[in-house]
């Protein structure tokens, strides 16, 4: 196994370290630090997320069982990243993605800017992305850039049908964006319709995404402030904390075929959101099915 993109990290998620052959799902920072408009220093993120996974614990009470029994997880680094060209970047990210995906296993992507998710998503042939996220992301530029934080899930849709994106948790846009989203027929819940309806919504997407292989794009900015201060752009009247692990712990039964967290920025964090980006990843994990 060779990865000639990523700068190896030990110790890597969770703290363990299991050999990538024997893994089925795959850990990689992404620590893309590139286009943000407001508050930079997403470089800092993976290894904060990886700081704070080892500092839970690794059984999820809410699943009775313990992750690392359960799957094997291997963390492979960090991808390079050349400042000054996204699109080097980008092209490194897709290919690791390409291979763990040839290799059978589940990418598990930390971000990193959310930018990182359309070169994630791009080696999937055909797959329904579940995007969590306070803000749309589907202007087709912003201050000028095609590809950024806030066009990504636009991009995304230059590969993929409108009725493969689902959003849920969106509370901000554009007109424009409101516009084309309504046009695109995309299916998207507000942050008030789950948390009226939690139960019916997630059956829905479940039962919409069941047969296809899914992608879940997490923007930590999907949680209220209160709960997750350390992203780039905070959205007032997100979901708390708990709300966003019941709807994973339903979501992580799907076919999850690879998954990001993006959008933490460590330099404007007072820890808490490091915490809870990795209780989110060990709750997911839980949820997703035995060892194979
Ligand atoms: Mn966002």
Not at 16 to 34: I, R
């Amino acid at each position: 196994m060779t990865f000639e993109d990523l700068i190896p990290i030990r110790p890597g998620f969770g703290g363990f370290d299991f050999p990538y052959e024997k893994s089925q799902v795959v850990f990689l920072g992404a620590p893309v630090d590139t286009t943000s408009s407001y508050r930079p220093g997403y470089r800092f993120a993976p290894a904060k997320i990886r700081e704070a996974s080892a500092n839970l614990e690794t059984y999820v009470m809410s699943a009775g069982v313990d992750v690392f029994e359960k799957i094997n997880i291997t963390d492979i680094g960090d991808i390079m990243v050349t400042p000054a060209d996204l699109a080097i970047t980008g092209a490194r990210i897709n290919n690791t993605v390409k291979k763990i995906l040839a290799d059978g296993k589940i990418p598990a992507i930390m971000g990193g800017e959310h930018t990182i998710s359309y070169f994630a998503i791009k080696p999937f042939d055909d797959v329904i992305v579940i995007h969590l996220d306070a803000h749309r992301d589907l202007r087709d530029d912003y201050l000028g850039d095609k590809l950024c934080h806030a066009t990504v899930m636009r991009r995304v849709l230059d590969h993929l049908p409108a009725n493969r994106l689902i959003q849920l948790g969106v509370r901000s846009c554009s007109k424009d964006e409101a516009e084309f989203a309504k046009k695109a027929g995309i299916l998207a819940y507000s942050v008030e319709e789950i948390i009226e309806e939690p139960t019916v919504i997630v059956s829905h997407v479940k039962e919409i995404a069941k047969k296809s292989k899914v992608y879940l794009s997490i923007d930590l900015d999907v949680l209220d402030p209160a709960f997750a201060p350390g992203v780039s752009t905070p959205e007032p009247g997100g979901l708390s904390t708990i709300d966003l692990l019941r709807i994973l712990r339903e979501l992580g039964k799907l076919d999850i075929s690879g998954f990001d967290v993006v959008e933490l920025v460590p330099p404007h964090d007072d820890g808490t959101t490091s915490f809870v980006a990795a209780r989110i990843i060990y709750e997911l994990l839980a949820a997703l099915g035995p060892k194979k």
